[in-house]
């Protein structure tokens, strides 16, 4: 049973009860009280409280087993909301021990905190299972210590305190896992992936919620198995795949029905009617909410009965009930027992409906109250990850605000806000305290700043229902409607792997690059002058996307790198910060690279000697540092003092990792246990260069964030402070890259800046008649600047 087996468990203790089925045997009455727990932990909590209610012969009451009936009854009440019956029992429970069995105090203060939890007080709850986890410490009760800690990490999330979460969550993963006990293991996997999808990493989260599930399924976990089910239904419903939402939450309520959990059958119907909601199907949302409602009303849980009222209320926006919606969304965003997330919702919601109503500047009140409620609560992360991830679940409300104040005709206030979302973990990482950004608008004089870069700006933002361009210029800034997300999306997948299969798209006679370039450029074209320079501010998938090989159609078919000089932001905050300057004088290179490999998923690269060759010819040996082969260690990056260079030049294999970004790495010669420089370490050493070069694979990163777009290591090196990033979206050819980087360098040393002599090196290989002339050689290699 302290292992998670318990359908061995269940199928012993049977064994066990036929062996002993005198009831005045004590063995009876301890099989009898162990299959009680166990089933209360299956789930089956009508069952564990049927056979418990059974008094025991009086030579027992006062013993374990008679303390071991209260607890199994108490925790059953409890998941069942009969919340006195479960206190009575466990107020039974505490008196009995502190008698006569001090020893299962501990089990006595868990079992009291998932009483607190399950009836909303999580400050209750958590104060009990730092009691449970001092006792089993003290005892040296690992299996207790164990389901103290994750309980811990649950109470920490439901108290919105994510970082302490995952700190509970990693230490109880730890124990349980040394103890092999997979009941427990399941449980802290679904309780992370729980915080996770709070803080919006929706991919980990759905990940997190079927291992979960499977695992509660292989060792007979029903009631988990329910909750995860639903958990993975939420999910999906975010990812916007509504038939694998319903599936999840059909199979999770049919469980729930068959355990009688009321509350599981609560949250499933909350899931059911968001899909049906989100269908159009009104009349089944409305069947699901009122069952909910029915439902809770013997035992009412808060947070839960708000959120009920929240689908209704989106319910009745959708029905244009709108006086209706008002009243509830009011009522919610006014409840200070609110969770943030159900808040910042009910605030952005209330704004959509007066400004329906015509109530323009209630509705901007509420739209500016719901931004600083999620603010407020994005600012009290610690962990970087989360800081990362958060807007994903809220960047929604941005956008609404954005399309908010453009129906206004306020296209320079809505840019404001669109800018507000972007790469705020960037940005704060790069600004003292005592420098706060101020998050009021307008900000940042866009106007001013392309006359300061000489450049064309073009500031996207993709929406659901239409997507947005911003064309500034030093004269004027244009507001262009795009088509949604939805038709953007497709192309841009289309063209990835059109140029990954190393097609030509100039010899394609209906190439995706052509239509992004009508749908993402053309519209601007009169505001973009012939050999003049563009600032890329991408948005979702964009991020992903090399402009420059976008195809112009006219005069003749070709790609936009001949017509413009491409640079990517994150921000014009950022961008505000940077420089436009040519190289510095007497510049110092740190060339790392040609490392030894240690792994054969990194062989050596057959080319890294002759790139390093190239690049350190540029720079005299006083004023240059080099680590190759044996010396090029993560450690010896460090020892360097990467911070006193002007350029940053990497010559190595890299990955990027789509889980956990933050972990994308430079891989280099192998040092102690590691031979990754990652890009969460890269973040802890300031940096002044100039530029950064990853000439590596995937230096971008591999996943975009909301408002923080695509995060790896050129992410990493701008968050450190480096000035320009040169990295690469997708894997880098070995062969043309040593060419590429030595065009690169010669325009440097020539007073180029790096867009420029970028471009110039991109097209020499753009003009080469051999194979390199491919997208898929010359077009990894983009431009990042503003730190």
């Given amino acids: ?149 994750g309980s ?115 949250e499933c119907l909350q899931n059911l009617a968001l899909v049906a909601l989100a269908r159009g199907e009104f009349a089944q949302a409305q069947r699901d909410l009122s069952e909910a409602t029915q439902r809770e009303n013997p035992a009412p849980d808060h947070a839960r009965q708000l959120y009920t009222r929240l689908i209704a209320a989106h319910l009745a926006t959708r029905t244009r009930n709108l006086s209706e919606a008002e009243y509830s969304y009011s009522e919610i965003a006014s409840d200070t027992q609110a969770p943030a997330s159900l808040r910042w919702e009910a605030q952005a919601s209330l704004a959509q409906v007066h400004a329906a109503q015509g109530k323009s500047s209630l509705a901007e009140g509420e739209f500016n109250a719901s ?13 970087e990850d989360f800081r990362l991830s958060f807007l994903s679940s809220a960047i929604r409300f941005y956008n609404a605000y954005v399309d908010f104040l453009i129906a206004q005709h306020r296209p320079s206030d809505a840019l404001a806000i669109a800018e507000r979302s972007r ?78 299969d190393g097609d030509n798209p100039l010899e394609s006679s209906n190439s995706s690059a052509s239509k992004l370039y009508s749908t993402l450029v053309q519209p601007a074209t009169q505001l973009i002058p012939r050999n003049s320079r563009v600032i890329i501010f991408p948005d979702g998938t964009l991020n992903s996307l090399n402009f420059e090989c976008l195809i112009v159609p006219r005069p003749a078919p070709h790609y936009w790198i001949e017509d413009v000089t491409l640079t990517n932001a994150n921000s014009l905050t950022l961008l505000q910060r940077a420089r436009f300057s040519s190289p510095p004088r007497k510049a110092r290179l740190f060339l790392v690279g040609d490392a030894v490999s240690s792994d054969d998923q990194f062989p050596p690269l057959r080319q890294a000697a002759r790139e390093m060759a190239l690049v350190k010819g540029y720079f005299p040996e006083v004023r240059r540092r080099i680590l190759t082969g044996k010396d090029a260690t993560p450690a010896s990056y460090f020892s360097a003092q990467p911070e006193g260079f002007d350029y940053l ?89 040593p060419k590429l980087m030595d065009e690169l360098y010669k325009g440097l040393r020539a007073g180029q800046d790096p867009g420029t002599a970028l471009r110039n090196a991109k097209l020499a290989l753009v003009r080469d008649p051999g194979v390199f002339r491919k997208p898929f050689y010359w077009a990894p290699f983009q431009l990042y600047a503003g730190s």
């Fill in 152 to 266: 811990l990490g649950l109470a920490a999330t439901r108290l919105e305190h994510y970082d302490e979460s995952i700190d509970w969550n990693k230490r109880a993963l730890q124990l349980s896992q040394s103890l092999g006990d997979s009941r427990s293991i399941s449980r802290i996997k679904g309780n992370v992936a729980w915080g996770y999808h709070e803080m919006g990493d929706l991919e980990n989260a759905l990940a997190g919620f079927e291992e979960a599930q499977f695992e509660a399924e292989r060792v007979g976990l029903v009631a988990d198995r329910i909750y995860w089910l639903n958990s993975a239904a939420s999910v999906s419903y975010d990812l916007g795949d509504f038939s694998a939402a319903e599936s999840s939450s059909q199979r999770a309520i049919a469980l729930a029905k068959s355990l009688k959990e009321n509350g599981a059958i609560i």
């Fill in 423 to 500: 790469a705020q973990t960037l940005t704060s990482g790069l600004t003292e305290p005592s420098q706060a950004l101020v998050t009021s608008f307008p900000r940042v004089n866009a106007q001013q700043l392309a006359a300061r870069f000489h450049s064309t700006l073009l500031f996207y933002s993709l929406g659901t229902l239409h997507s947005h361009l911003w064309v500034i210029t030093p004269q004027m800034t244009t507001l262009l409607s795009l088509p949604s997300q939805s038709e953007i999306d497709p192309l841009v997948k289309s063209y990835r792997e059109q140029v990954l």
């Fill in 649 to 737: 030049h990497f010559v190595t294999h890299g990955t990027a990792s789509r889980a956990h970004p933050l972990d994308s790495a430079v891989i280099l010669t192998k040092s102690g246990d590691s031979a990754k420089l990652y890009a969460h370490e890269i973040i802890t050493r300031p940096l002044h260069a100039y530029l950064v070069t990853v000439s590596a694979c995937d230096g971008v990163g591999a996943r975009a964030y909301a408002g923080e777009g695509l995060v790896g290591l050129s992410w990493a090196f701008l968050r450190a402070g480096a000035h320009n990033v040169i990295a690469s979206l997708w894997e880098v050819s070995d062969d043309s890259t």
């Fill in 371 to 383: 931004i600083d409620t999620i603010s407020k609560a994005r600012d009290a992360l610690q962990h």
């Fill in 1 to 149: 049973m302290h292992r998670g087996d318990l359908i061995a468990a269940s199928s012993t203790v049977e064994v066990a009860l036929r062996k002993f089925p005198d009831s005045q045997s004590e063995w009876h009455w301890r099989f009898w009280a162990l299959k009680g727990e166990i089933l209360m932990l299956q789930g089956q909590y009508e069952e564990s409280l049927s056979l418990l209610n059974t008094s025991l012969p009086a030579k027992l009451a006062s013993s374990d087993i008679a303390i071991w009936q209260k607890l199994s009854q108490g925790a059953a009440w409890a998941r069942v909301s009969k919340y006195e019956d479960a206190a009575n029992s466990l107020a039974q429970a505490d008196l009995l021990a502190r008698q006569n069995h001090p020893e299962l105090l501990g089990e006595v203060a868990l079992r009291q905190g998932i009483l607190a939890f399950h009836r909303g007080d999580a400050t209750a709850a958590f104060s009990a299972y730092r009691t449970a986890l001092r006792i089993a410490q003290d005892q040296k009760n690992s299996f207790l210590e164990v389901a103290s800690l």
